[in-house]
Each structure stands twice: as structure tokens, then as C-alpha cells.
Nanobody, 126 residues
Framework: QVQLVESGGGSVQAGGSLRLSCAAS????????LAWSRQAPGKEREGVAT???????SYSDSVKGRFTISQDNAKNTLYLTMNNLKPEDTAMYYC????????????????????WGQGTQVTVSS
């Protein structure tokens, strides 16, 4: 059973930083994709960043250069380090897991992944 539990959200001012964590377990370790997606009120869910079993990483254009996805396999934890946050980054952030087929350029397909956490809220004020 796949379990994903996010933490680390909060409220920050524009230009600030946050690090999100996702305790991940139960997913297939041989060929996987782990991802962060976000959804703002009234908007569709958007893939933000992905990392696969080979460590290949992709970012959406909106966060590239500001956000960093990483994983600690020993701790079964996925991270999203967010720097230079902007008000438009305000959203509920979700951790996701599925097969490696969902990892790809610009994290476009991350929003279609099958397993999701409950989300953690990030609010950036101007």
C-alpha cells in the first residue's frame, strides 16, 4: 500500500524559502516516479517537479531555477526546497508516486499520477 505524507508547508513572504518533506512508502522501487504537484484555488493541478529511479529530474518552467527536488532513500523521504518564493506559488502542494512512465520533461504528466498524499499548504504574501 502506497503511503505519502507531506509536511513543511507554511506562510512566508515573497523572496522567502520553505522545504517540503514527503514520507513515502509502499511504492515500487524498481522503476518509479516521485513528484511534487500543486493546485491553487480555481486552477487545475500542475506538475512542479519529478524524480525517477535513475535520479533523472525535471521541473516545470514556472519553478525551474528556484525549486529543487531531492530524495533521501535511506529515510524514504522526498523533498522540495523552494527558494525565492513568489505569491503565484501559493497553492496546496502534493507529493505523488507512480511508475516511471509519469516522469518526463517539464513534469507535465505529474498531475496524472495515481497515488497522492493529503497535501500541505504553502502561502506566499507580497
Amino acid at each position: 500500500q502506497v503511503q505519502l505524507v507531506e509536511s513543511g508547508g507554511g506562510s512566508v513572504q515573497a523572496g522567502g524559502s520553505l522545504r517540503l518533506s514527503c514520507a513515502a512508502s509502499g511504492y515500487t522501487r524498481s522503476r518509479y516516479c516521485l513528484a511534487w504537484s500543486r493546485q491553487a484555488p480555481g486552477k487545475e493541478r500542475e506538475g512542479v517537479a519529478t524524480i525517477d529511479h535513475d535520479g533523472k529530474i525535471s521541473y516545470s518552467d514556472s519553478v525551474k531555477g528556484r525549486f529543487t527536488i531531492s530524495q533521501d532513500n535511506a529515510k524514504n523521504t522526498l523533498y522540495l526546497t523552494m527558494n525565492n518564493l513568489k505569491p503565484e506559488d501559493t497553492a496546496m502542494y502534493y507529493c505523488a508516486a507512480d511508475s516511471a512512465d509519469f516522469c518526463g520533461e517539464h513534469a507535465t504528466n505529474a498531475r496524472f499520477m495515481g497515488y497522492w498524499g493529503q497535501g500541505t499548504q504553502v502561502t506566499v504574501s507580497s
